[in-house]
């Protein structure tokens, strides 16, 4: 780019004036509004847990391949996190939001079955998800608390980004309030869950049984879910035939709809992510 030459009486304005626009900007800082500093307010809700752990499933047989599907759900309690980590704590809006994918196998490999085509078997196609922001209507220890929905992400197809941690802004951003719980909905299914080599399943029962109880403790998340069958259980199976869980289970897609999230699992963390700045 060309610029016009100075000559040395105008050096000399534009150093007057390059000090004078100095101070007039240290004094617009030091006098903006304590509102105006608020909006500055960003925080990325889970993102120690999207960046430092990696979900099951893939060409890595060291961990079970585990995935979640048709569920609305939040991480509750994660090692990584004080207190719960999903809960906004301010007024603002969600502008975008992250999701961490596996590459689940196409074909069996080494004696471990084909990944994709059995949860497109068990869930349907193609992998979905969506973010949802929950308002807690009734607490409930018994049971579980049952929440609102008051508004949704558009639905997003995640067999494009398998394999990577993808990014989703927002066209319209959601406003939320303190408060206010974000949760991932999973219309059919998902490869973004983390689950320890400790909690893998063998012949002789879980892997190690010490280690994998303390990470039972320490990441938990709720689903949209109730305890089902006889006895009555949250686990999802489709070993002979899918069990009553599986058949009855759906996430929470209706707008001001309230359901009860009286699925509570350990052990595991959903992997995703959400960007929200202060208004």
Known sequence: MLRSPLT????????????LSGLAALILIAFAPHAEAKSTQRIELGARN?????????RDFTRDCTVEGKVTAFQSLSARYPGRNFVVPFNGKLVAWSISLSNPTRVEIDNNGAQLP????????PAQANIAILRQVEKRK???PRFKLVRKSPIQILNPYF?????????????VYEG???????????????KPKACNQTDFGILDPGRCDQAEKAYTWRGSRVARGEPETCGLSNDGGPNE?????????????VRRYGCYYGGNVLLYSAIIVGR
């Open 245 to 257: 869980q599986l058949q009855k289970t759906a996430p929470q897609t209706h707008l001001d709809s």
């Open 142 to 144: 018994k049971g579980g």
């Open 8 to 19: 040395t009486d105008g050096l000399r304005v534009a150093r007057v004036f390059a000090v």
């Open 180 to 194: 206010n719980v974000v949760a991932l909905t999973i219309p059919t299914w998902a490869p973004a869950l983390w």
């Open 163 to 175: 394999g990577t941690k993808v990014t989703f802004a927002l066209d319209v951003p959601l406003n």
């Open 118 to 125: 059995s949860f497109n078997l068990i869930f349907g196609s």
């Open 50 to 58: 999207i960046n430092t752990l990696q979900p099951n499933c893939g």
